[in-house]
C-alpha cells in the first residue's frame, strides 16, 4: 500500500538536486548505498560471531583455562574468566543466529541482492527504493535488539539457534527469560525485513530488465538472487509464525509447544525445518550464482551448461522445500516418513552435483586468470565439494542414527556456510569491490589472506569431521567429561589453534578492505573485462546507474567468443549481426 | 499475563535490578542499630519414631560419595534425640514497621558432597545469599520462587561463588540441582531479620527484637508448618517450643 | 586423524558400519576426482599470454551424465539404507524377546526403571537406578524414553545408537549389545546448562553375571 | 474533478511482467502472507488432530452468530471495495470516495465486533492460556459441560484471529490513506493504482477470514 505512493522514476529526478550527508549516506534510497550498508552491517557482525565462535573453541581446546581477557566479562558470564555453561550455551546459540541471520544471510541477499540487482538487469534502482531503505534499517535494528540480548538478566538466549522447544518455551529450563524473548522478537522483526526485501528483489527483476535483458540472458548471479527472494519470500514468514508462537508460549501462556497441556512438542521442529530447509539454500544459492559469474570470468570462458545451471538453481529451490525433514531422523518422527525424506535428500544432492561439474566445464579448456576472486571461486568450489559429500552420509538414516549432532555436522555445515558462502562472500567483494568504492583491493594482501584462510580453514573443520566419526557431540561444553572423548583432547586443542590462527588472519581481509577505500588503485570501468551491465558505468556508477537506458544483445558470458578479437564481449556492445530487440518485435 | 509485562520487551534489560548477583556484598542499605535487645531462643521437637530418610544412590559421582563414609541419605527429616533439624522460624505477627537494617554479611548456603549445606536457610530481603559449590563438578541452582524471579545458573567447578538477591519475601524459595536430583535446599526470605534455622540440637535463636508479644511461626518441608506466641521483654529473652508430630 | 569408525559393541554395528564405509568410498571417489580434476585444470589452463579459452557453452551428453551418475548412486544408497533404517527403527523391528525398561529422562540425569523379580514393569516391585543401565549381553532390550522436562537424546556411541527423548510422546528404542563391557551413554541433544555433564553407563554383562546384578539389586531394593 | 495538471501520468508499463511494478509487488506480498497463515493453520491443525478432547463443539465457547454478522460484514466490505475500483475504473470520483469511505467504515466495523467478542470471551473466562480460574467457563467445565482443558484451542484461537484482526486493522488504515488520497483527488480513471493495491490485499484478508470462520469457528 505504502508501495503504491512510490513514484516511477526513483532515481531521475532526484539526482537534480544536492542530497543532505543524512539523505545520501544513512537515510538512502539509493541501491547501492543500502547494498554498502549492509555490507558493513554484515561484517560488524561476521566478527562479533567469530568472536564468539572463539571463545567456544577456547572452552573446547582448553576447558581447563580461563579465556584470555575473560575477567572482563561479568560474573554471570565468566567468573573470573572460567566460562559458565549458561554462558557457553549463549554463546552457541548466538554464534549460530548471528551468523546465519546478520552475517552470511544479509551478505549474501543483502549486499548482493541489493547492488547487483539494478546494475546487472539495466535498472535504475529496485522497483521499491523506500521499501529498500526500511527493510535496511528494520533489518539494522533487529540486529541492535539481537544484541542487546545479552545485557538482560538472566543471559541471552541459550537453546541453541535451532530454539528446540520446551528448552526455549520455558525459562525454568535454561533460567533465560528475557534473553529468549529477545531472541524471538529480533528474528521476527528481521523476517519484516528479509521479506519486504525479497518482494524488492522479485518485482525488480520481473519488471525492470532492460530491453533485451531476457530470461534466459540473466546472469547466474541473478537467477539465483531470484530464486533466492523467493525462498526467502516464502520461507520466512514460516519461522516468523512459529517464532511468534513460541514468544506467545513464553510471555502469554498460550500452550503450541506445550506437552502437558495439549500443544506438540516437534511442531516447533517442523515449523522451524520447514522454513530451516529453505533457508539453507537461501544462504547457498546465490553464493553458488556470483561464483559462477566469477568462475566464468576467470576462466575467459562461457559458464557450461547455463540453461542447466539455472534448472539445477531451480530444482534446488523446489525440492527444498520437501526435505526438511532430514534435520529429524532422530526426533521420534515417523520412521516411515524417515524413508521419504531420505529419498527426497539424496535427490537433491544431484543438481548441487550438476553444478560442481559445470563450474570444473567451464574451467577446462579455459584461459583462467587466477585473480583473487577466481581464487576464492576456486576454493568455494572445493570447499562446498567437501560439503555436499559430507552431506551424504548424514542422509542416509542408518548411518545419520551415529553421526547424528555430532561434530560431523558441525564440520558438514561450516563446509557449506563458511567454505561455500563465506569463500563465495570474499569472491564476490573483491570482485564488486572495484565497482562499489571505485578503487582495486590490493591483489597481493587479497592472495596471501586467501592462501592463508584456506589453509587455516581446512585446518580448523577437516579434523571435525574425525571427532564427529569418533562420536564427539555437538554443544558439549566441555569433552572431557566423557572417557571416549578424553583421547580426542589434542585434536581438539588442534582445532582451537587453528581456529585462533584463521581468525587472526581475517585482519588481512578487514585492513585490506579498509586501506584500499583510501589508497586502492583507481579502478576504470572494467577492471575485470567482464561481460555484465554494471561494468559499462562509471566506478561507483552514479546516482540513477545508467545514463540513458541500455540495450541488451546476448547472454552473460560471452566470454573468447569467436565473434570479436578480445576474449569478451560485453552484453550491450551491438555487433553488426545484432537486431534491436525492440525492432524484433515483442 | 503478569509475567509478560515483568520479563519481555525491550525494557527487561533497563530494569534488571531484579536479583542480580555479582556484585558481591550486602544489600547497600546503611548499618542501623537493631530495634532492641530482647531475644526468643527456643527448641524444635520431633514427638514419635522419626521417619527413615531415604538413601542416595551416589554411585555415578565418586567425589561426592567419597566425601560420605557411611551410605549418604538425604536429610529430609534429621532428627537427633528427639530435636528437629532444618525448621525455619520467623517471626510473623507483632512487630513494629520497618525499615529494617539488611546485614552486609551474606548469607552463605554450600553444595558438598552432592547435598545442600545447610539444606535451610533464612535470608533478608535485599540480603545476598552466596551460593558456593565445594565439590568438584558442576551443580546447578535453580530456583523457581513465585514471587521472586526465577534462576537457573551453574557452578561447574569448586569454589565458585555466586551471589543472589531476593527481592520480595517468599516462604519458601526452594532451591533444586538438576543434575542431581536428590538435591534439594529450601531459603527462606523475610522483610525483616527475625527469623532463624533450627540447628542439629534443634534449638533457635531470634534476637534483637524490641519488647513485644509476638506471633512465631515454624516451617518445615515436609511436616508443615506451627505457630506459637510469645512476649519479650525489653533486653529480655523468652523461650519457645515447637513439637512436630511423626 | 582417523576416518575409522570406533568399535562397534552391538548388531547395529556391522549394519551401520558396513553402510558408513560404503558411502566413505564413494564420496571418496568423488572427491578425490574433483579436487584433482580442479587442480588439474587450474595448472593446465592457467592464462598464459598469446592463448585464448576455447569457447564452449555446454554438452548435453556431459550432462546426461553428471545427472545420471549421481543420481543412480545417490538412490541405490537409499534404498541400501532404507533396509537398515528399518531393521533399526521401523514400527515394528522391536524383536518381541526385548527385556523392556523405562528410562526416565530429566534435567541432568537418566533413571532406568527395571523389572522387578515379578518380570514386569510397571508394578511395586520395579527399581530405579540412577544413571546406570545394565543388560544381559546378545539380547535384545527394548527403552522408553519419557522425557519430564525438555527433549533429550538417548546415544550410546559404542552401540550405535541415538534417538531423542521427546516429552509427551511415546518413543522406544532397542539394540542388542554384542560385548560383555561398560560403555558411555551421552545426552545428544542440547537439554540446558547442564548438557555436557548428562551422562550413563551401561554396563553389559554376560547372562549369568546379569541374573545376579538383578537379583542382589532386588534384595537391596527389598530391604529399604 | 482534479484539475488535469495536478493529474499523474498514465502508468508506464514496465519491461516483463504485463502488471505494473505496485500490483506485482502486492500479489508477491501476499504470496508471503499465504505461507505465515499456513504455518498458522497447518499447526492448528496438527494441534486439533494432536488433542482434539480440548476443542469445545461449535458455539459452545464461541459465539457464532455474532461471528457470522461480522463474516457478512467483512464480505460487504469486499464488496464495496470492488465497487469502489469499479468506480474509479469509470472515473467516478464521488463513488470511489462514498465506497472508499464505506469500505474503511465496515473494516472499522469488523475490528470493532472482533475487540466486543474478546472482551466478552477473557469476562468468561476463556483466555489465551485456557480457563481462568473461577470464571463461569470453568465452572461450566468442571461439571462436564466443556472440555476439561482448552490451552491450547484458546492458543490458537486468540493468536489466528488475532493476527487475521491485525492484518484487518492494518488494511483499515492504509485504506484510510487510500481514501483521504482519494479526496485529495490523487487517483483518475487512467492512474489508480492505490485503489487497486489495497483492493487486492482487502480481498485477500477478506479471504483468509472465511477460511478461518470456517475451521476455527464452524467446524
Known amino acids: 500500500m505504502a508501495t503504491s505512493a512510490v513514484s516511477l522514476e526513483p532515481a531521475a529526478h532526484v539526482e537534480a538536486h544536492e542530497l543532505s550527508f543524512l539523505r545520501k549516506y544513512i537515510f538512502s534510497t539509493d541501491h547501492k548505498i543500502i547494498g554498502i550498508q549492509f555490507l558493513l552491517m554484515s561484517f560488524v557482525f561476521l566478527l562479533f560471531g567469530g568472536l564468539m565462535a572463539m571463545m567456544i573453541r577456547w572452552q573446547l581446546g582448553f576447558p581447563e583455562r580461563p579465556l584470555p581477557a575473560g575477567q572482563l566479562l561479568p560474573e554471570t558470564m565468566a567468573p573470573g574468566g572460567i566460562l559458565l555453561p549458561e554462558f557457553y550455551n549463549s554463546l552457541v546459540t548466538m554464534h549460530g543466529t548471528i551468523m546465519v541471520f546478520f552475517a552470511i544471510m544479509p551478505l549474501l541477499v543483502g549486499v548482493f541482492g541489493n547492488y547487483l540487482i539494478p546494475l546487472k538487469l539495466g535498472a535504475p534502482d529496485m522497483a521499491f527504493p523506500r521499501l529498500n531503505m526500511a527493510s535496511f534499517w528494520i533489518a539494522f535494528s533487529a540486529g541492535i535488539l539481537m544484541m542487546a540480548g545479552f545485557f538482560v538478566e538472566g543471559g541471552h538466549a541459550a537453546a541453541g539457534w535451532t530454539a528446540y522447544a520446551p528448552l526455549s518455551a520455558d525459562p525454568e529450563w535454561t533460567g533465560v527469560s528475557g534473553g529468549q524473548q529477545i531472541w524471538l522478537l529480533s528474528i521476527a522483526i528481521l523476517g519484516l525485513a528479509s521479506i519486504m526485501g525479497a518482494l524488492n528483489y522479485i518485482t525488480t527483476v520481473v519488471n525492470l530488465r532492460a530491453p533485451g535483458m531476457t530470461w534466459f540472458r540473466m546472469p547466474l548471479s541473478i537467477w539465483a538472487l531470484f530464486v533466492t527472494a523467493i525462498l526467502v519470500l516464502l520461507a520466512i514468514p514460516i519461522l516468523s509464525g512459529a517464532a511468534i508462537m513460541l514468544f506467545f508460549d513464553q510471555t502469554i501462556g498460550t500452550h503450541f509447544f506445550d506437552w502437558t497441556d495439549g500443544g506438540q512438542v516437534i511442531l516447533w521442529q517442523h515449523l522451524f525445518w520447514y522454513f530451516g530447509h529453505p533457508e539453507v539454500y537461501i544462504l547457498i544459492l546465490p553464493a553458488m550464482g556470483m561464483v559462477s559469474d566469477i568462475i566464468a570470468n576467470g576462466s575467459r570462458k562461457p559458464v557450461f551448461g547455463y540453461h542447466s545451471m539455472v534448472f539445477a538453481l531451480i530444482s534446488i529451490a523446489f525440492l527444498g522445500w520437501v526435505v526438511w525433514g532430514h534435520h529429524m531422523f532422530q526426533s521420534g518422527m515417523n520412521p516411515t516418513l524417515g524413508m521419504t525424506f531420505m529419498i527426497s535428500t539424496m535427490i537433491i544432492a544431484v543438481p548441487s552435483a550438476i553444478k560442481v561439474f559445470n563450474w570444473m566445464g567451464t574451467m577446462w579448456r579455459g584461459n583462467i586468470r587466477f585473480h583473487v576472486p577466481m581464487l576464492h571461486s576456486v576454493g568455494f568450489v572445493a570447499m562446498f565439494v567437501i560439503g555436499g559429500l559430507s552431506g551424504i552420509f548424514m542422509a542416509s538414516t542408518p548411518v545419520d542414527i551415529y553421526i547424528h549432532d555430532t561434530y560431523f555436522i558441525v564440520a558438514h555445515i561450516h563446509y557449506v556456510l563458511f567454505g561455500g558462502s563465506l569463500f563465495a562472500i570474499f569472491a564476490a567483494v573483491t570482485y564488486w569491490y572495484p565497482k562499489m568504492f571505485g578503487r582495486m583491493m590490493n591483489s597481493t594482501v587479497g592472495k596471501v589472506h586467501f592462501w592463508l584462510t584456506f589453509l587455516f580453514y581446512n585446518m580448523t573443520f577437516f579434523p571435525m569431521h574425525d571427532l564427529g566419526i569418533a562420536g564427539h557431540m555437538r554443544r558439549i561444553y566441555d569433552p572431557s567429561q566423557y572417557e571416549f572423548l578424553q583421547p580426542l583432547a589434542p585434536l581438539n586443542r588442534f582445532i582451537t589453534v587453528s581456529a585462533l590462527l584463521l581468525f587472526t588472519v581475517q585482519i588481512l581481509f578487514a585492513a585490506n578492505f579498509i586501506m584500499s577505500w583510501f589508497k586502492g588503485k583507481k579502478a576504470g570501468e572494467n577492471p575485470w573485462e567482464a561481460n555484465g551491465l554494471e561494468w559499462t558505468v562509471a566506478s561507483p556508477p552514479p546516482h540513477g546507474n545508467f545514463a540513458k537506458v541500455p540495450t541488451v544483445y546476448r547472454g552473460p558470458y560471452e566470454y573468447s567468443s569467436p565473434l570479436v578479437e578480445e576474449d569478451f564481449l560485453m552484453q550491450t556492445r551491438k555487433l553488426a549481426s545484432d537486431v534491436d530487440p525492440a525492432a524484433a518485435g515483442p | ?246 | 586423524m582417523s576416518w575409522i569408525l570406533p568399535p562397534g559393541a552391538s548388531t547395529f554395528a556391522g549394519d551401520i558400519d558396513f553402510l558408513y564405509y560404503v558411502i566413505l568410498v564413494i564420496t571418496g571417489i568423488a572427491f578425490v576426482v574433483v579436487e584433482v580434476g580442479l587442480l588439474v585444470f587450474a595448472i593446465k589452463y592457467r592464462a598464459r599470454p598469446g592463448r585464448k579459452a576455447q569457447y564452449i557453452e555446454g554438452s548435453i551428453k556431459a550432462e546426461i551424465i553428471w545427472t545420471a551418475v549421481p543420481a543412480v548412486t545417490l538412490v541405490i544408497i537409499g534404498l541400501m539404507s532404507g533396509g537398515v533404517w528399518n531393521h533399526i527403527k521401523g514400527r515394528n523391528s522391536i524383536p518381541p524377546n526385548a527385556i523392556p525398561y523405562e528410562v526416565h529422562v530429566k534435567q541432568f540425569e537418566w533413571n532406568f526403571t527395571y523389572r522387578g523379580p515379578d518380570g514386569q514393569l510397571g508394578t511395586s516391585d520395579d527399581f530405579i537406578v540412577r544413571n546406570q543401565l545394565h543388560i544381559p549381553v546378545n539380547r535384545p532390550v527394548e527403552l522408553q524414553l519419557i522425557a519430564e522436562d525438555v527433549i533429550h537424546s538417548f546415544f550410546v556411541p559404542a552401540f550405535r545408537v541415538k534417538q531423542d527423548a521427546v516429552p509427551g510422546m511415546d518413543i522406544r528404542v532397542w539394540f542388542e549389545a554384542t560385548k560383555v563391557g561398560e560403555y558411555e551413554i551421552a545426552c545428544a541433544e542440547l537439554c540446558g546448562l547442564g548438557h555436557y555433564r548428562m551422562r550413563a553407563r551401561v554396563f553389559v554383562h554376560s547372562a549369568e553375571d546379569y541374573q545376579q546384578w538383578l537379583s542382589d539389586r532386588a534384595a537391596a531394593a527389598d530391604e529399604e | 474533478m482534479a484539475h488535469p495538471a495536478l493529474m499523474k501520468p498514465p502508468a508506464r508499463r514496465e519491461i516483463g511482467a504485463d502488471v505494473y511494478s505496485e500490483k506485482l509487488g502486492m500479489w508477491v506480498f501476499l504470496g508471503s502472507e499465504v505461507m505465515f497463515f499456513t504455518a498458522l493453520i497447518g499447526s492448528y491443525i496438527i494441534l486439533r488432530f494432536g488433542s482434539p478432547e480440548q476443542w469445545a463443539a461449535p458455539g459452545q465457547i464461541l459465539n457464532i452468530p455474532l461471528t457470522a454478522v461480522n463474516t457478512f460484514l467483512l464480505i460487504c466490505s469486499s464488496v464495496t471495495m470492488v465497487k469502489a475500483f469499479a468506480a474509479i475504473q469509470d472515473g467516478d470520483q464521488r463513488l470511489l470516495k462514498l465506497y472508499m469511505l464505506a469500505t474503511v467504515a465496515i473494516g472499522a466495523a469488523f475490528v470493532g465486533v472482533q475487540a466486543y467478542e474478546y472482551t466478552h470471551l477473557v469476562h468468561a473466562g476463556f483466555l489465551p492460556s485456557g480457563y481462568s480460574a473461577g470464571s463461569e467457563l470453568a465452572e461450566r467445565a468442571a461439571e462436564g459441560l466443556l472440555p476439561v482443558s482448552v490451552g491450547v484451542y484458546g492458543s490458537s484461537f486468540y493468536t489466528m484471529t488475532g493476527f487475521h484482526g491485525f492484518h484487518v486493522s492494518v488494511g483499515v488504515i492504509c485504506m484510510s490513506f487510500v481514501t483521504w488520497k482519494a479526496y485529495r483527488g490523487a487517483y483518475t480513471k487512467e492512474d489508480h493504482r492505490g485503489v487497486e493495491v489495497v483492493g487486492l490485499y482487502w480481498h485477500f484478508v477478506d479471504l483468509v477470514w472465511i477460511i478461518l470462520f470456517t475451521i476455527v469457528y464452524l467446524v
Open chain 2, 1 to 246: 499475563m503478569r509475567r509478560f509485562w515483568v520479563t519481555s520487551c525491550l525494557f527487561a534489560f533497563l530494569g534488571c535490578g531484579g536479583g542480580d548477583g555479582g556484585s558481591g556484598g550486602g544489600g547497600g542499605a546503611a548499618e542501623t542499630a537493631p530495634l532492641g535487645n530482647a531475644s526468643i531462643s527456643g527448641m524444635v521437637m520431633f514427638s514419635g519414631d522419626a521417619p527413615a530418610n531415604p538413601a542416595i544412590d551416589m554411585s555415578e559421582e565418586p567425589e561426592c560419595a567419597a566425601k560420605h563414609t557411611d551410605g549418604p541419605t538425604n536429610p529430609i527429616v534429621s532428627v537427633t534425640d528427639g530435636h528437629l533439624a532444618n525448621v525455619f522460624v520467623r517471626v510473623v505477627g507483632g512487630l513494629p514497621g520497618g525499615p529494617y537494617p539488611v546485614p552486609s554479611e551474606p548469607a552463605t548456603i554450600d553444595q558438598n558432597g552432592c547435598l545442600y549445606v545447610p539444606r535451610v536457610v533464612g535470608v533478608m530481603v535485599g540480603q545476598t545469599l552466596a551460593i558456593t559449590n565445594s565439590d568438584p563438578l558442576l551443580h546447578n541452582i535453580k530456583a523457581v520462587p513465585t514471587e521472586n524471579r526465577l534462576f537457573n545458573i551453574s557452578q561447574p567447578r569448586a569454589g565458585m561463588t555466586s551471589n543472589r538477591i531476593f527481592t520480595a519475601p517468599e516462604i519458601m524459595v526452594p532451591f533444586e540441582c538438576s543434575v542431581h536430583g536428590w538435591m534439594n535446599a529450601y531459603a527462606g526470605v523475610v522483610e525483616h531479620p527475625y527469623f532463624a534455622v533450627s540447628g542439629a540440637d534443634g534449638s533457635f535463636t531470634i534476637s534483637g527484637l524490641p519488647a513485644g508479644t509476638y506471633q512465631v511461626e515454624a516451617w518445615h518441608e515436609t511436616l508443615g508448618t506451627q505457630s506459637g506466641d510469645v512476649t519479650v521483654e525489653a533486653d529480655g529473652s523468652a523461650t519457645l517450643t515447637f513439637t512436630f508430630g511423626g
